[in-house]
């Protein structure tokens, strides 16, 4: 098993930063790849960007490119997003997803069989 927290949401304006932290524990060994979801009021589950364990490769959802880093530190077990030029449609529950099997489809939320509760990201206009 293994239990993800997430933290560093809050209230920021439009065209600012914020930096969402991801720490994983438990069965961490296990973990191939790790992502960050989103989801607004009304609205279905997003993908924001993934991180394959093995290579670091990252994956983008096309709302964010250019605007969200994605990144890991190996040590201490945790994911990172840093998030730039916030925009008010940014605004929503940030939710980090950890995955045991090989990932086919980084962007997918089938593809991840553990999740943190959320932290929420609210982008004032």
């Known amino acids: 098993q293994v239990h993800l927290v997430e933290s560093g949401g809050g209230l920021v304006q439009a065209g600012g930063s914020l930096r969402l932290s991801c720490v994983a524990s438990g069965r961490t060994f296990t973990i191939t790849s790790m992502a960050w979801f989103r989801q607004a009021p009304g609205k279905e589950r997003e993908s924001v960007a993934a991180?394959?364990?093995?290579?670091?490769?990252?994956y983008y959802s096309d709302p964010v490119k250019g605007r969200f880093t994605i990144s890991r530190d190996s040590a201490e077990d945790t994911l990172y997003l840093q998030m730039n030029d916030l925009k008010p449609e940014d605004t929503a529950l940030y939710f980090c997803a950890a995955s045991r099997l090989i990932v086919h489809r980084p962007l997918r939320g089938d593809d991840y069989n553990y999740w943190g509760q959320g932290t929420q990201v609210t982008v004032s206009s």
């Open positions: 991180l394959t364990w093995i290579d670091y490769t990252t």
